[in-house]
T-cell receptor
Framework: KAGVTQTPRYLIKTRGQQVTLSCSPISGHRSVSWYQQTPGQGLQFLFEYFSETQRNKGNFPGRFSGRQFSNSRSEMNVSTLELGDSALYLC?????????????FGDGTRLSIL | DQQVKQNSPSLSVQEGRISILNCDYTNSMFDYFLWYKKYPAEGPTFLISISSIKDKNEDGRFTVFLNKSAKHLSLHIVPSQPGDSAVYFCAASEIGNAGKSTFGDGTTLTVKP
């Protein structure tokens, strides 16, 4: 079974630009969550999508948005990039996001803002 | 307010000995707890979990203990192996909300040969 795939793996942008990150969940998984990890920090929850609807949202500004498609693939968008947005962005999928089961993570997209 | 805390940023143990990683939480609504392991340049991988109705769960060399009254959980690795060297994250989620996990800052475990 293929794992969670995130593209691209690395990205360099400049302040003020916008960026779109992509995540393909494990086949059959309908819940997709996004997390941000900055150096020395744990993973901070951004949002969760299920059946093309945002079900949960973390404490991030509106510059961070996402969406989910009918095939459960998800994209995350960050507009007006700031230096502090430099981080590893991780996507995780699970069957339904309700029942007690672990999330499966991709290897992340490392975003660097110059 | 950090709801999940791992107070030890790092831990070093000798190969063959026990590794004990600790985690404290503050949110009483958490009912599902997990440990993930992360190697550099890779995403976290699930290690072991426990629901709030249990106080212990074991999987091979890995055992997780949950003390609900103290809002504390720990991960025991016995015996520790050099390949266990990684960053370990404690995570928790509320009832029916496993898609939204709250993570600790991680503990870097180094197992010396």
């Amino acid at each position: 079974k293929a794992g969670v795939t995130q593209t691209p793996r690395y990205l360099i942008k400049t302040r003020g630009q916008q960026v779109t990150l992509s995540c393909s969940p494990i086949s059959g998984h309908r819940s997709v969550s996004w997390y941000q990890q900055t150096p020395g920090q744990g993973l901070q929850f951004l949002f969760e999508y299920f059946s093309e609807t945002q079900r949960n949202k973390g404490n991030f500004p509106g510059r961070f948005s996402g969406r989910q498609f009918s095939n459960s693939r998800s994209e995350m968008n960050v507009s007006t990039l700031e230096l502090g947005d430099s981080a590893l962005y991780l996507c995780a999928s699970s069957t339904d996001g309700h029942s007690n089961q672990p999330q499966h993570f991709g290897d992340g997209t490392r975003l660097s803002i110059l | 307010d950090q709801q999940v805390k791992q107070n030890s940023p790092s831990l070093s143990v000798q190969e063959g000995r026990i590794s004990i990683l600790n985690c404290d939480y503050t949110n009483s609504m958490f009912d599902y707890f997990l440990w993930y392991k992360k190697y550099p340049a890779e995403g976290p991988t699930f290690l072991i979990s426990i629901s709030s109705i249990k106080d212990k769960n074991e999987d091979g060399r890995f055992t997780v203990f949950l003390n609900k009254s103290a809002k504390h959980l720990s991960l025991h690795i016995v015996p520790s192996q050099p390949g266990d060297s990684a960053v370990y994250f404690c995570a928790a989620s509320e009832i029916g909300n496993a898609g939204k996990s709250t993570f600790g800052d991680g503990t870097t475990l180094t197992v010396k040969p």
